[in-house]
């Protein structure tokens, strides 16, 4: 049970004067159970590799396969489905009213009427929106937290075996931050997922994996435990080193005897105070 | 990433036709447009496409750029071949015929004229837009409606906007498409049914296009009221274009060229 993409390459506007090539022969596989964190620069690739997951653009080389089958068009209606939430995903938010627009896509696949609403419903209280309260209001007249929060559940009431997310935190508060992360850690109880930022600390604490994408090409795919050992994978990527670890590394510049890196902030403060303890 | 550039973008260049003043260019374009109306027979319009063939070469464009604006237009080229092809029933000698419809060779002829007349059009107008950057064109386009602002036809704002539409040709164009990818990743589909149901189809695609549209004319309305402009009384050019000689020589020559051709061909 995977989503897979076996050599996979794209090139935008391939054979014209302004062919860029986004992805190069990237090998990654997605497993049901499993949180998968792609890190990478801007124009590194990852929002292309997420609509080619998605089936929504087609490689200009290699394959992408769901569950072995060979993928040939949108996954949106596949079994298990493949939900994509874009980048500022409340720009596609349309309908008179938020459970309508939540509503679209079960009944783009299908579903009844009855089903549609009740998916809506179910999806509006996963992401922490109360269907009573919002559901007959506007998706214009919603701050920019709460348009996010249901244009996610527009994607999760589709009930998709896969969730793949682009830059889901980006331009929210704090509170809007958490509240996003909370939907995250839900939905990995239910699908697959893959969360595409630049900003690590975000997710680094809760993926069972990570990729990194330099420039179009999979350069890092191992645990986030395994990738903080090596900060200079961070700045090889033009990505900023976690703050939590850039303390650290400056810590063993300065002659601290900081055993091994972590993310976690608890557990890098422990680090510290034991290579303070061992320099006395 | 970027997406396909659209039919007609500018191609940076520094070929001669690249440098060749706008105006001189809107001016050389005006006289291939009146040579492509005022040729009557095929040799004019060998002429002319050898005319476009020379200018495409020149420019250093690839000529599948300029092609893809004849594309563009091919269910026109399609109607005009058979609008003049076809004949109800005739009493005359037919090529093909499927019961009273009949393709007959002289309307055949007469089409491909027309169809080729277009285009040529379509390539020379392209060149234009390919060789010239929107910002360059616009201001060839103030220059060119300059002498109207003593009738107070307001000149700058309608290059301004001009500029600004050209400007954001490709944005719209790239955020009409995230938009569609968006929905279909939630299971729309434009591509089935009847052409009502597939022009309903575009319903959520449009409403959040022109919500987003309008946000951003505001934005830049605003963002361009901050940075002081107030129209286009007193404002200055970065680059100021002039009209050289050789601008001059390559005008008048090309325009008498031409306007020859279409009137002696």
New interface residues.
């Given amino acids: 049970m995977s989503l897979t993409m076996s050599s996979v390459s794209y090139t ?2 391939e ?4 062919a ?1 090539q ?1 992805l190069s022969g990237v090998d990654l596989e997605i497993r049901r159970d499993e949180l998968v964190l792609v890190l990478g620069a801007t ?1 590194s ?1 990852k ?2 590799l997420l ?1 080619v997951a ?1 089936g ?1 653009l087609a490689p200009t080389d290699g394959r992408v396969l769901l569950d072995g089958i060979e993928v040939t068009g ?1 996954l ?2 596949a079994e298990p489905s493949v ?2 939430v ?1 980048q500022s ?1 409340e ?5 008179e009213t938020v459970e309508a627009d939540v509503g ?3 009944r ?2 299908g579903r009844s009427e009855t089903e549609a609403s009740e998916a809506a419903r179910d999806a509006l209280v996963a992401v922490g929106i109360d269907p009573d309260a919002f559901g007959s209001r506007s998706p ?1 007249s919603l701050s920019g937290g709460e348009a996010r929060r249901v244009a996610m559940a ?2 999760l009431a ?1 009930s998709p075996g896969y969730l793949l997310l682009d830059e889901p935190t980006a331009g929210l508060d704090v509170s809007g931050r958490e509240a996003v992360a909370r939907i995250v850690g839900a939905a990995r109880e239910r699908s697959g997922v893959v969360v595409v930022t630049h900003d690590a600390e975000e997710f680094l604490t809760v993926a069972d994996r990570v990729v990194l994408l330099t420039e179009g090409h999979l350069t890092f795919d191992g645990s986030a435990d395994a990738l903080v050992q090596e900060p200079a994978r961070f700045v090889d990527a033009g990505l900023r080193v976690p703050e939590v670890l850039h303390t650290q590394v400056l810590a063993r510049e300065i002659g601290l005897e900081v055993e091994r890196y972590s993310f976690d902030p608890l557990e890098a403060a422990r680090l510290l105070a034991d290579a303070r303890t061992r320099s006395q | 990433m970027r997406p396909p550039v659209p039919f007609g973008q500018y191609v940076p260049g520094d070929s001669p036709v690249h440098r060749v003043e706008p105006r001189a260019k809107m001016g050389l374009v005006a006289a291939y447009v009146i040579m492509l109306f005022t040729v009557g027979d095929f040799i004019g319009l060998i002429a002319a496409g050898l005319l476009a063939i020379t200018a495409v070469a020149i420019s250093s464009v690839p000529s599948r750029l300029v092609l893809r604006g004849v594309r563009a237009v091919s269910v026109i080229l399609a109607f005009t071949l058979l609008a003049h092809g076809l004949r109800w029933n005739p009493a005359t000698v037919s090529l093909v015929r499927l019961g009273p419809l009949a393709l007959d060779p002289e309307g055949l002829l007469t089409g491909i004229f027309f169809a080729v007349r277009i285009v040529l059009l379509v390539v020379g107008t392209s060149l234009l837009t390919l060789t010239t950057s929107p910002v360059r064109l616009a201001d060839g386009i103030e220059r060119l409606m300059s002498p109207l602002e003593v009738l107070r036809f307001p000149a700058g704002e309608v290059a301004m906007m001009l500029t600004v539409a050209l400007r954001f040709i490709p944005t719209t164009a790239e955020e009409a498409e995230k938009i569609v990818v968006a929905q279909v990743a939630r299971g729309a589909r434009f591509d089935v049914g009847g052409p009502t149901r597939r022009a309903r189809a575009y319903v959520p695609v449009l409403v959040p296009l022109f919500v987003s549209l309008f946000r951003r004319a505001d934005e830049l309305a605003t963002a361009m009221e901050a940075r002081c402009y107030r129209g286009g009384e007193g404002r200055t050019r970065l680059r100021e274009s002039h009209l050289t000689l050789s601008d001059w020589v390559v005008m008048i020559s090309g325009a008498v060229l031409m306007v020859g051709i279409g009137v002696s061909l």
């Fill in positions: 935008y506007g054979g014209s004067a302004y860029t986004a124009g690739g929002s292309t609509r998605a929504l949108p949106a209606a939900g994509l874009f995903p720009a596609q938010l349309f309908a679209f896509g079960p783009n696949i214009f527009g994607v589709m």
